[in-house]
């Protein structure tokens, strides 16, 4: 069995979409040769507990936990905010002057992220640790960067085959235009960014569009693993309750709320009484004052229900049980490349699933693929309604599965094994 080092800020019980893809590589990694040993924070920063996340980490996965001091504790009691609260949308979002002055102060000063100062500790703590406990190779995993960072300096110290994980993006993803930079905190970025390409043996990317992105950056191959789904999560029996379940699990974003659709949906309920008795818009996660907001406005008051943040268990019998899944991208042009991790757990649920977004983008191909759905644009109300209606017609007449196709090659056991077919090309180089 060979081993892994993987650097990681989000590890269970922190719950949230950027813990699963490694837990879920934990899980299936042993089956093709590689054992994980995990590398995380004692003390991270959740914005989510969620117990249920490990249960899928195998008992003898050695996890490492080690201190990091960071600075959003001192925002909070700035801010008078409670624990888990987001700290501060890096949006186009409407701010307060605090709020602004934040958001430069995290922007300018911790570069490449708030975890800057954990990568010299956690360096010469892995120095050690490797030198009595050898691994074949080290992935970093980011956001936050930092631990990319931290591997960087360990492959150089060490000369151990690393692997840069990432999860999104770094100077391209959406939020970089809304940091407040200045020229010399943006061109720091862009050289560590460089580094890590240039540094590694290999990059991953999780969408088609950002492989391309970043291999136009590096001469470093850069290699595509998708995140996925796991088919032990979606063993349930799905919750009939005779209601038209419009539902959204996870973060539920303000610069990603669909008003077009609330629109639709109050001019349906307002000409059809059973339209209005039967349909129930579910939100199960973490959802931003606005969007609630706007559903209300739109007269759809009696047709929310707000579950506030659920663990993953709990999220996909929501979403099993659902009769529309809508999944509705930021209103950002860097979205063009994104492939929401929930897009593929949607597609395991085998539910109708409403993408709003670029028509044009990374998971619109998707959809268009398995045939899962409809992507529609973000005001494309002739195309929301008519999708809204064949979903109310199904509903009607009783019918349950999309048929989607394909979606086989997302699994989390067929992502495993690109990521060990990775490792062993890298350690045999």
């Not at 899944?325 to 490349?337: Q, T």
Request: charged share 25%; glycine share 8%; aromatic share 10%.
């Amino acid at each position: 069995m060979k081993r892994v080092l993987v650097i990681t800020y989000y590890w269970p019980p922190s719950g949230g979409s950027g813990v699963q893809r490694w837990v879920k590589f934990s899980k299936y990694l042993p089956a093709e040769g590689w054992q994980c040993v995990i590398y995380t924070p004692e003390n991270p920063e959740a914005p989510s507990v969620d117990l249920t996340l490990g249960k899928d980490v195998p008992q003898d996965v050695e996890v490492i936990r080690r201190p990091i001091h960071e600075i959003y504790g001192f925002y909070r009691k700035l801010a008078g905010k409670s624990s888990g609260s987001q700290v501060n949308p890096i949006n186009h979002q409407k701010k307060s002057l605090f709020q602004k002055l934040a958001m430069a102060a995290r922007g300018n000063l911790f570069i490449p992220d708030p975890r800057a100062g954990w990568v010299k500790p956690s360096v010469r703590f892995l120095c050690d640790y490797l030198r009595e406990h050898p691994v074949d190779a080290v992935v970093s995993t980011g956001p936050p960067h930092s631990m990319h960072l931290i591997a960087m300096e360990l492959a150089r110290r060490t000369g151990v085959k690393w692997v840069a994980d990432f999860r999104d993006p770094w100077t391209r993803m959406f939020y970089f235009k809304h940091m407040s930079l200045s020229t010399f905190a943006r061109k720091k970025h862009e050289r560590l960014e460089r580094r890590v390409l240039d540094s590694c043996d290999r990059v991953v990317a999780v969408s088609p569009t950002v492989r391309d992105e970043f291999s136009g950056m590096t001469s470093t191959p850069v290699e595509l693993i998708t995140n996925g789904y796991d088919p032990e999560d979606y063993l349930v029996e799905r919750r009939e309750d005779g209601f038209f379940n419009l539902t959204h699990t996870g973060l539920f974003a303000s610069d990603g709320n669909p008003l077009t659709l609330w629109k639709i949906l109050a001019d349906r309920c307002a000409a059809d009484p059973l339209f209005a008795s039967k349909l129930r818009i579910r939100l199960c996660g973490k959802t931003d004052r606005e969007i609630c907001d706007s559903v209300r406005e739109a007269g759809l008051e009696k047709m929310l229900v707000d579950r506030g943040y659920v663990d993953h268990n709990e999220a996909v019998l929501e979403q099993v049980s659902a009769s529309v899944l809508l999944l509705p991208l930021r209103m950002e042009p860097e979205y063009r490349a994104t492939l929401p991790g929930k897009l593929f757990e949607y597609l395991a649920a085998d539910r109708p699933v409403l993408g709003i977004g670029q028509t044009d983008g990374a998971m619109a191909s998707v959809m268009e693929e398995t045939g899962a759905g409809a992507m529609c644009g973000w005001g494309d109300a002739a195309a929301m309604d008519a999708f809204i209606d064949s979903c109310w017609k199904r509903f009607l007449g009783g019918e349950a599965g999309t048929g989607a196709k394909g979606i086989g090659k997302y699994s989390r056991k067929a992502t495993a094994a690109a990521m060990a077919a990775l490792l062993d090309k890298v350690t045999e180089e």
